[in-house]
Structure formats: C-alpha cells, structure tokens
C-alpha cells in the first residue's frame, strides 16, 4: 500500500435480485483527507459504504486497510469498528427510547460491567465538547431530528478510527449545524483520520472535500482532485449529460402567484405542537413555510393536514366550512402531505413500491373498493418512469430502494392523489441535484395546472425559486411574511434572525 | 429478473418451510407403514359412507386449530403480538352454544344457527374487550389478553352453571363428524368455507393492504389516512369470529361441553401455526395460507407421534423438539447462511470449470 493510504478497495461487485448495485468499483482513501463520495440516487454510494462495513458482503473484490496484513476481513460492522472504520449510515439507526448516553455506547465496552456514570460523564465531555445541545440522560427520541443525527455523529467520534463514514450526514441540519459538522470534520482531518463523505450538497463538497470520487450506476466513473473539476463537470460526470438548466434554474421567472380564488383558508388553528396561527393560500399559489429547524414550520403544516391533534380553529376549503383533525378528512378535502421524515412518517418498508405509490388513493377510494391488481400495475407504472424512479421491479420493497428513489415512491404516492393542495416537507432531502431541479420544475408545473403548493426545505435558495411567498417563523411564532422584492436571501435570513420584518 | 426476484414476487418462498416439513412427515409416515395414508371407505353407525383413515382424521383434527391460525394471523400482523386467550374464549363461545341448543325444546336447523349467532356475538365481543386494551389503550396484546386468558374459563363455568352439559341433537352431530350423503367431515368442510371468506374478504375490501401498512409502520399508515386502531380492533373481532367457529365445532365434536378442557392449550399451537407458517411474529406482511399449513403440520406431527405409540405425555416434548428445528430454519440468519453456502458453492462450480477449461 503506497504511503499515506488508509484504505484501498479494488474491483468491488456488488448484485441484489434484479440490480447490480456495484460493478468492479475502486475506491482509496488517504489519510487526513476528507474524500466526497458522489453520484445520482441510486448511483450505489451507500452500497459501497455498505460493504466496507460489512452490512452487506461483497461478491468480489478486496479491502486492504493500513496496518493490517493482507486483505482485511470485514464480516459485520462490529468488525469494521473494531479495525477503526467509524460510521454514521444515512438513515438514523440509533434507539429512540434509550438515552442519548445509552445510544452513544450500546454495543460497544468489551466488559459487561459499563458503569453508567462512567460512560454518562464521557458523553457529558463529548457533547459539549461537540457543542451538541443534548442532555446524556435525556431519551433520544426527546430531541430533534438534527440532534439525532449529531448523536450518532458523536458516537462515532468517539470510537477512536481511522475512517470516518459520513452518508448524507448535513441533509437534516440547518447551516449553522452543518458548520459545526465541518468544523469538527477538519478537526479530525488534522488529526489524520480519512473521512468519506457522501452528500448530494454541491458546496458543502467544495468547501470541505480535498478528492472526490464519482459513481454511475454502480460503476466508477473517476477520481478527482478538487481543484481539477470544478462544479458543471462534477455534475457532467454524474449525471451521464451536460446539465444545461443548472445555471439556467435562476431565471426560473414567472413564479406562480395563483388566483384570486382561494383554495385553503384557516383562523387560529392550532394543534398539540403549534400555537394558533392564520393562514391561507390561493389557487395555483406556491409558499413556503421556512425557519430554523425547530421554529415550528413542519408543526405548522402537520397541523393543516390533521397530522398532530388538532386542537382549535376554524378551516375553509374552496370557501366552504370543514372540519379537519384527521388526515383522512384532509385527504377527502383534496390535501396532500409528504411528511419530513421519510422513515418515520413516509415509507412502509417490507410493502413493494406499487403498494406505497398506490396507498394514499386507495385509501381515499375507500375500503370497499380496491384497486385491481392491473390498475395498481399501471399506475405505478406511469410514476415510476414518470420521476424516474430506480428500482428493480414495482414488485421490489421499498425499503431496498436508495433514499432518493424512496423519496421519489412517496412523492409519487401524493402526485397520485391529484390533491389541490399539496403539502410537500422537504421533498428534496436525499435527492440529487438532477432531479432536484426536476422536482422545482414540477412544483412549478402543479402550480400551473391550478394546484396549490406549501413547499418547506432548508435550502432557502430552493424555496427562493419556487416560491411566490414566505411565511417566516422563529419559536413557533410566525414572525413575517416575505413576497415580491422582499424574496431574497439578506431579508429571509434578516426576518429569521430576528431583524425587522417589512 | 433474476430468479431470486421471481421467487418474493410469487411469495411461495414463505410456504416453503411448512411445504417441506409436511413433505418431511408424509415420507416419514411412508417408509414406517406404507398404508399409512391410505384412505377408505366405510359405513359409519348412522348409517352413512365416509371417508377415513389416517389422513382425513389429520386433516379434520386439525380444523379448529386452522380456523384460529387464521384470525390469529391478522391479530399477528396488524398488532405485531398474539392472543393468548383464544381457548379460554372458546371454551366461553361453546357454553353459550350449547346453552342456547339446550335451551330448545326441539333443536331445529333454525336453533343452531340462532345459538351460533349468539355465541358469535359473545365471541365478538369478547375480541373487542381485547381489541381496545390493545388498540386504544396500546397494553402489549398478550399481556392484554392474558386477562381474559385467566378468567375465560370460569365465566364459561358460570354460563352452564358450573356443570358439562351434553347435546345430542342429529344436527349438531352432524357439524361434528358428518352430514348425511356427504363423505368428507363437516368440519373439514368448514375450514374450506372459512378460508374461502377470508380471501373473499382480501378480495373485495383492502383489509389485506391496510393491516400490513398498520403493522409494518404505523405512523406512517395513519399519515395515509388508514384509522389504525379501526384495524388493530377489526383484527381482534375477526379472530372472535374464528374462536366462535372454533369453539362450535369444538363442542358439536364432543357432544358436550367441557369448560375446563375443550380447546385447553390450543392458543399456544395456533401462534406456532403463524410462525411454522412463515409469518413475523413481530407483524407486517403475512400469509394466511401459510398459517393454516402450519395448522396441519402440527397436527400431522402429533398424529405421527401418537402412531409412533408415543405416550401423551412425551408427544409434548417430541413436538417440541421438531417445532424448535423448524423455527430455526425458517430464520433469516439460517436462510441467509444457505443462501452463501448455494452462492459459494455455485462459484466454487463456475472456478473448477474454468480451471478445466484452461487444462
Ligand atoms: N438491500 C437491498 N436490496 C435490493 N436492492 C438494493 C438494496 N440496497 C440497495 N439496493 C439497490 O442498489 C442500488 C444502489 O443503491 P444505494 O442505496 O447504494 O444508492 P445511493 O447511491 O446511496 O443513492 P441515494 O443517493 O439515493 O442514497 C439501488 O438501485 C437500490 O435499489
Ligand atoms: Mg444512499
């Protein structure tokens, strides 16, 4: 192994029924740099960390780490952590119910005896050395999901590696915790420890990474030195295809105001998880909710589609009086709502991709009339070539699906539904920057056809080009509303921050 | 499509383990006596000819345990537990059964099915009580049910008065063993109308789609607008159904009613039917045929036992012993470990035939 190299993987194969995840990949890490990990949903990133450790074993090819004689044997992730491959995976798996002390240590100490003041205080040290707002002793499932995903982070730290995993680690956390990641990444950097990294951010690669390493359908497309590929080509060389629209997407233009005519109105509604608010939206109009994470905005729309207990207000849709505090009676009012958390709230993981798609119209056609089996087929059918879905089959689970393309099933889900309006909690989260745009341009599309969307994301750009108004929130308040020259990123971070609203 | 996604899409992969168990059993039965199978024909002391021998008392045996496999797998699926009070219950639905025929002066066609409904209702409502504890009041399903497990028993006592009062009327005679003009047992008839209900019911609702969302992720199901406890509560009434049924056939086989004893233990070989069926304990996705496979492999098992003239009380341990080597092989570390040894082997043949080649 060439000096300064701590993992070397060559000729990797990976097959699962039907698609062939990993074919003859290579990969090589050096030590003290923090190496992207890039390609489209689907492309096999998480495959590929999936074998080196061992979640997943290989079909060929060979794992050599420095220090270890011959090639490395990596059966489980226990053995991975054990020759200092450190991993946080790209959906949480840690334990809701136990502490955050407890999470950050199970299934680690060689002895049985772990004391748990011992181990409490050492997670105390590390959290705030991390500045990690979270308690060792409160039960993780207390904190959100931003803090979830440092947790992990934290007990991956802990573990003293060589190679740090990161998969999509910043898609959940607002710019100020993602800043705290980088910081604590070039911290490791310096102390010698490689680190992969995987995120479908652009700029979070060129502000962070020394190399980056490109995948396409499961084969390696390159590795590059950072300077040497600036931005268009990365995207070229993942995509397949020049991405023309991507410095077009700017001048998006006409963005849809809607009519006069309104579709959703509310007076104080208020749930289990949000103070009394008003809101309305017009026909063919796209807004969005936007604040930091944990200022209410995802409560808010939980609570217009009944997904919290509704506990006051009065509702309008189309100007007639309903009643709202169950999803089912949104869903019968023509409301549609991707949740934030896919696994939680989205996916239901051992049913095939046809029964996700077709779920929420089944459901609103009733439990006396289901769809026949050749109406499911082809409608999911048209969504999967419709958003271009990758799967192996509509018979295949979801939860074998690649995060972006689970995204895209549950996305397909509330197309299906023809909702006149539609709710859509970062639907972006986990998707490549392709398809993002694809999906902007769809949002753009609803809007045309008479559709109305709430579009919420933590990229303020993304909402920014969609977006005809912004509803702002800070602590559960709604603190502003952001339309016409106001949009843009100075008065949107001033209006979050606390400045003046106009 | 690779062979492997052939295979989940047909789901036959599940009734493998059951498949090949009973495969197992009818070679066993085979080697040690030939005619072990073999089925005849023969008058019986009403008067009529009907099928019998080995089989066909395996396959009418096992009738009330296959009913109560059935609705304990949606009781599986949907709430990710079992219940464990299934034969107290029964023994509760036949008491109101066999009250109600008593009750009669003649017990006509029109009786029996009266006293049915009436014990289906009971049985139903008995359900519901277990259904809330776990749907609304959300208490673990076998520690819910384990209240009605323990007292089941002797509110059946009370409803007949603490005696076993017997019925011996030709109709329910007949829903035990035979129907004039009919060779095959009433009760075997039974379990292919029930079985046919079921898949009716997956047909034409989406009770099938909807109890597997609730079980595999519950949260999300609700944000689907499924009404989750709705489902969890059904399950637990459809079971009632089945342990209504059961517990008739019970009672109709015997003649009477014996509270202390009729179904006694069966709840423990209705959730081994689930699981020897290839069903999660744990809930989600289930197989309703696979269940009620697994019904007849523990029946067979312990018909082979006792031809095998083992004692009833060692038949427990027997069965034990064979149940545990099927549970074992239908886990997923065992079906993963085989999957490699088939991988390597395959790649072990496609190197040696290189190697050949290159001689
Ligand atoms: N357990 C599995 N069973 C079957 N197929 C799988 C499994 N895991 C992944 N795949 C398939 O392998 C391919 C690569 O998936 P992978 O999760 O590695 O993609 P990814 O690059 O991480 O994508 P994303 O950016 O969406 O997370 C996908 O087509 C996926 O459907
Ligand atoms: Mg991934």
Known sequence: ?502 | MTREAGKRKGGVGQLLIPLIAIALLVIFNLIRDPSFFSIETKTNNTGNTVLAGNLISIINGASELAILAMGMTLVTAACGGQDISVGAAAAIAGSVFVRIIRGAAPVTGGTVIGAFLACCAVAMLFGSFNGMLVAVFRIQPMIATLILYTCGRSIAYWINGGATPTIDSPITGAIGSFIPGIPVPTPVIIVAVMALLFSLTFRFTTLGLYTQAVGINESSARLNGINVTLIKLVSFIILGICVSVAGSIGVCRLGLINHETLLIDIEMDTILAVAIGGNSLGGGKFKISGSILGAYVIQMLTITLYAMKVSSTDVKAYKAIVIILLVVIGSPVVKRWFTKVIGNMRNARKIRGAAKEGV
């Not at chain 1, 559709?451 to 603190?479: K, P």
């Open chain 1, 1 to 502: 192994m060439p000096n300064g190299t701590v993992l070397t993987m060559r000729g990797i194969c990976k097959q699962f029924p039907g698609v062939r995840a990993l074919n003859n990949v290579d990969f090589t890490l050096r030590s003290g740099e923090i190496h992207a990990l890039m390609g489209e949903n689907g492309a096999g990133k998480s495959t590929l960390i999936k074998v080196l450790t061992g979640v997943y074993e290989k079909d060929a090819g060979s794992i050599r780490m420095d220090g270890i004689e011959g090639e490395a044997n990596i059966h489980s992730p226990q053995d991975a952590q054990e020759i200092g491959i450190a991993t946080v995976y790209q959906e949480i798996t840690l334990c809701p119910n136990l502490t955050v002390a407890e999470n950050m240590y199970i299934g680690r100490g060689k002895g049985l005896l772990v004391r748990q003041k011992d181990y409490e205080k050492k997670a105390e040290e590390i959290l705030r050395s991390l500045g990690i707002p979270a308690r060792p002793r409160q039960q993780l499932a207390s904190c959100s999901l931003a803090v979830q995903q440092m947790v992990a982070i934290a007990r991956a730290v802990d573990m003293k590696c060589k190679v740090l995993i990161l998969d999509e680690p910043t898609s959940s956390l607002d710019e100020k915790e993602v800043q705290m990641l980088f910081s604590l990444m070039r911290d490791l950097k310096s102390r010698g420890v490689g680190i992969i990294f995987v995120t479908h951010f652009l700029e979070q690669v060129y502000e962070v990474c020394d190399r980056i390493t490109v995948l396409r359908n499961g084969e390696l497309v390159g590795e590059y030195v950072i300077e040497q590929l600036p931005q268009v080509q990365l995207v070229a060389r993942m995509m397949g295809k020049e991405l023309s629209e991507l410095n077009s997407m700017n001048e998006f233009g006409r963005k849809p105001m809607g009519s006069e005519e309104i579709t959703y109105e509310a007076e104080q509604i208020s749930s289990s998880e949000c103070r009394p608010f008003d809101f309305r939206i017009r026909k063919g109009e796209v807004n969005g909710f936007t604040g930091l994470l944990g200022s209410g905005r995802s409560e808010s729309v939980r609570a217009i589609f009944g997904a919290d207990k509704v506990t006051g207000g009065r509702v309008k849709v189309n100007g007639k009086s309903v009643r709202i505090t169950r999803p089912i009676e949104a869903m019968k009012n023509g409301i549609g709502y991707l949740p934030e958390d896919r696994k939680r709230d989205g996916i239901i993981a051992d049913l095939s991709v046809r029964e996700n798609i077709i779920l929420a119209l089944q459901v609103m056609k009733g439990f006396f009339r289901p769809l026949s089996r050749a109406e499911a087929e082809k409608f999911a059918d048209e969504y999967i070539a419709a958003l271009n879905i990758k799967t192996a089959s509509k018979d295949t689970p979801i939860g074998s699906l690649s995060g972006g393309n689970q995204q895209k099933v549950i996305l397909a889900r509330w197309l299906l539904t023809h909702p006149d309006y539609l709710i859509l909690d970062e639907p972006t989260r986990g998707i490549d920057v392709g398809t993002k745009l694809e999906i902007q341009k769809l949002v753009l599309k609803l809007a045309e056809e008479n559709v109305s969307v709430t579009f919420i994301s933590s990229e303020i750009e993304e909402m920014l080009r969609t977006c005809s108004r912004l509803i702002v929130m800070r602590d559960r308040r709604i603190v502003g509303e952001l339309t016409g020259d106001d949009l843009n990123q100075n008065q949107v971070m001033k209006t979050i921050a606390g400045g003046e609203a106009s």
